[in-house]
């Protein structure tokens, strides 16, 4: 039994069998790693290329064609590798961009309204689609450089209180002399913000001056007041087919997403 032992321990495969595991270790752990595929398929050669030639409104050579080729394989490397580090969701605008792209896949064709739809779309939302309070106002315009401009305010504005046509006063304006209900937003945007708020602080039918904007001097008479208002359907029915349209897209993507957020547990710290 001992000799027999003995003939065994000497056996040249057992051995091996301990060289080979420790290889077998060796080479795992220093063989490189499997390398990640990257296919270019015919199909996204000619697309490049038709792209390529469409540009050019050339004919691609075979060597521009490698290039085209050598390009495209560049790109996907340096974008597995822009993956692997992160880069897609460090980088905000990465990120903003690819949010964009995903929502716009889970964009669907939105059938258009009919106008009974878009009247009763207006008339369940009407307080969204009220004007802003506006003014009715005339003015009176001077330039800063101009030499007309009233010595004696007070008297210039009873002047103005006596007078039926204001358009043969003071100098010329390109914007005109009637403002008819314009909203504190617009008047801003004209005068400056300033002059708005004097604007519509004024009493109705009584001059008002001078008052100075970023254009000049102006003589001021608020002639109406107006709240806000609905405009009539017919003004209204473009824009409220784009917005129609944009709120079906919306909803659309929404109910998507919350789809897709059924595949995941969502932790919030804090709550």
């Not at 050579?61 to 580090?85: C, F, M, N, W």
């Not at 001077?142 to 209180?161: C, G, K, T, V």
């Not at 008002?208 to 009539?232: A, D, N, W």
């Amino acid at each position: 039994m001992k000799s027999a032992l003995i003939t065994v321990l000497k056996s040249p495969v057992l051995h091996f069998i301990p060289l080979g595991t420790i290889a077998f270790a060796a080479y795992s752990h220093l063989k490189p790693p499997d390398r990640e595929t990257i296919q270019v398929t015919t199909q996204t050669i000619d697309a490049l290329i038709q792209q390529q030639e469409s540009i050019t409104q050339h004919p691609v050579s075979p060597e521009g064609r490698q290039s085209i080729v050598d390009s495209h394989i560049e790109d996907e490397i340096l974008l597995l590798e822009a993956y692997k580090r992160g880069f897609d969701k460090n980088d905000y605008r990465i990120r903003k961009r690819l949010l964009n792209i995903m929502r716009t896949s889970l964009s669907e064709v939105i059938p258009e309204p009919s106008a009974a739809q878009l009247r009763a779309f207006y008339q369940a939302d009407k307080e969204r689609y009220l004007t802003s309070p506006s003014r009715t106002f005339e003015q009176v315009y001077f330039s800063f450089a101009s030499n007309e401009q009233p010595a004696d305010p007070d008297a210039y504005i009873r002047q103005l209180e006596k007078t039926d046509d204001i358009s043969k006063l003071g100098e010329f304006s390109p914007l005109g002399n009637r403002f008819n209900k314009t909203p504190f937003e617009r008047t801003a945007a004209t005068f400056g913000k300033p002059f708005s708020k004097i604007v519509f602080d004024l009493p109705l039918d009584q001059w008002h001056g001078p008052v100075e904007s970023f254009r000049g001097i102006h003589y001021v008479r608020v002639t109406g007041t107006h709240k806000p208002e609905l405009p009539p359907f017919e003004e209204m029915e473009s824009y409220l087919r784009t917005d129609y349209l944009m709120l079906k897209s919306r909803e659309s993507q929404q109910r998507k997403v919350d789809d897709l957020r059924k595949n995941y547990k969502v932790v919030v710290e804090g709550k």
